[in-house]
């Protein structure tokens, strides 16, 4: 919060006034928060919250008093750096709100009843997030967990996976924050994520005891292995203590598509094209990421497994080689099972003209050339999906409760790639 300017006696007052705060010479209460005490004048604080009045001057508050002088009023109820906040308010000092303490002084003033506190807050969180700033909704989302146990609107704007993980904050969350955030909630590559989570690891390995191996091993169940690049895993990840050797092997040997792991090593799935539904004219390789349609003009239908029913997922399809028609959307496991054929009516998506591609019955168009992006995001808890490409962004919500796949609707030429993440 800034100062404002005050007339040369107001600012003789306003620093008599923090003072008096920091030393509290003419104090007649000492509040304990927490590890802190506090040597304050009562009237300021009644004065500001009805909550402390009937705390510090009724009848039934003021019986604190007959323990003896010297004897502290214990407030157990905010932390010392809320509190700290709530008494600079009440004796008229300059607020030191930041994304570490906001809240908490927000969650405090709601509970002792001081609105206009409230209302200072939700202003400055306002102000904290304007242009983006990713360390301070870091910050923000890691005190929402720590009040909280959980983080609720204000993850909505958790979205530049790619921007959250390379910011400072990002390396002091706390560990909740962190898997909160790896639980579908970072729209990123995945290589992105494991740097990120190595470097998180390694602070707090610096910080506390114990080697970075031990802090991330508890969430590495989290980290799409099988998405990093073969190098990366084998010089960052194997033999390092981080996985067993079971896991290690298992990584190897899908990479080289001897085994398939539909959800390892967590709830993100990886996503390939199912060959099992696809039309026998219709080519999947590169470890089932490409898919290729012949010269037959007649649209057929290719799905991605394993699906999903539950949290984030986000994927971009590439259209390497445009043909005639393509478009891209999500369908229901039933479709999958009724196989490939399709009029090209969009009718094989989960809602017909929810879908993007190259017809202006889409409700995103794509640009109509090599190397295009589509990039969909599904969230299934908010029953909402989100189409964006380089000409804009589209959002609908749904009504389905069940297993959705990525699905693909086009005809003969087209040749689309199939990549977990957003990337445009």
Request: hydrophobic share 40%.
């Amino acid at each position: 919060m800034t100062a404002k300017s005050s007339p040369p006696g107001e600012m003789l007052l306003e620093a008599a006034w923090e003072r008096e705060f920091g030393e509290g010479r003419f104090s007649d209460t000492v509040f304990k928060v927490g590890d802190r005490d506090f040597s304050l004048s009562r009237f300021p604080l009644a004065a500001a919250s009805p909550v402390f009045a009937a705390m510090l001057f009724s009848s039934e508050g003021i019986r604190w008093k007959e323990q003896g002088p010297g004897v502290p009023v214990v407030v157990n109820d905010c932390l010392p750096l809320a509190f700290e906040q709530l008494a600079r308010y009440a004796y008229r000092l300059e607020l030191q709100l930041s994304p570490s303490n906001v809240l908490h002084v927000q969650r405090a003033a709601d509970k002792y009843q001081v609105l206009p506190l409230v209302e200072i807050c939700d202003a400055a969180v306002d102000e904290m997030l304007e242009g983006g700033d990713a360390n301070n909704l870091l910050l923000l989302l890691d005190a929402e967990m720590q009040i909280c146990g959980s983080i609720g609107e204000l993850g909505k704007r958790a979205t530049e996976g790619s921007v959250l993980l390379r910011s400072e904050a990002f390396l002091s969350l706390s560990p909740a924050t962190v898997e909160w955030l790896l639980v579908g909630h970072l729209e990123a590559d995945e290589e992105e994520v494991w740097n990120g989570c190595r470097a998180w690891a390694s602070k707090r390995a610096k910080v506390d005891s114990g080697c970075w191996q031990d802090h991330l091993r508890p969430l590495s169940h989290l980290i799409r292995f099988p998405l990093l690049p073969h190098k990366v895993f084998d010089t960052e990840v194997v033999r390092t203590g981080l996985l067993t050797s079971e896991q290690e092997v298992s990584v190897l040997l899908h990479a080289r598509g001897s085994v398939t792991i539909d959800h390892f090593p967590g709830p993100r799935v990886c996503l390939h094209f199912d060959r099992a539904s696809a039309a026998p004219n219709v080519s999947i390789c590169d470890g089932g990421t490409t898919v290729e349609f012949d010269k037959d003009g007649a649209h057929r239908c290719v799905f991605a497994v394993p699906g999903f029913e539950v949290g984030v997922h986000s994927w971009t399809i590439t259209w390497l080689k445009p043909g005639c028609c393509g478009y891209a959307g999500v369908s229901t496991a039933q479709e999958v099972q009724r196989g490939s054929t399709s009029q090209g009516r969009m009718d094989r998506f989960l809602y017909p003209d929810i879908c993007a591609g190259f017809s202006n019955m889409a409700k995103l168009m794509v640009e109509r050339s090599p190397g295009a992006r589509l990039a969909i995001t599904v969230d299934m808890d908010l029953q909402k999906i989100i189409f964006q490409s380089q000409n804009g962004r589209y959002e609908q919500t749904f009504e389905y409760r069940g297993k959705l796949h990525p699905s693909i609707d086009a005809d003969e030429n087209n040749t689309f790639s199939l990549r977990g993440g957003v990337h445009l």
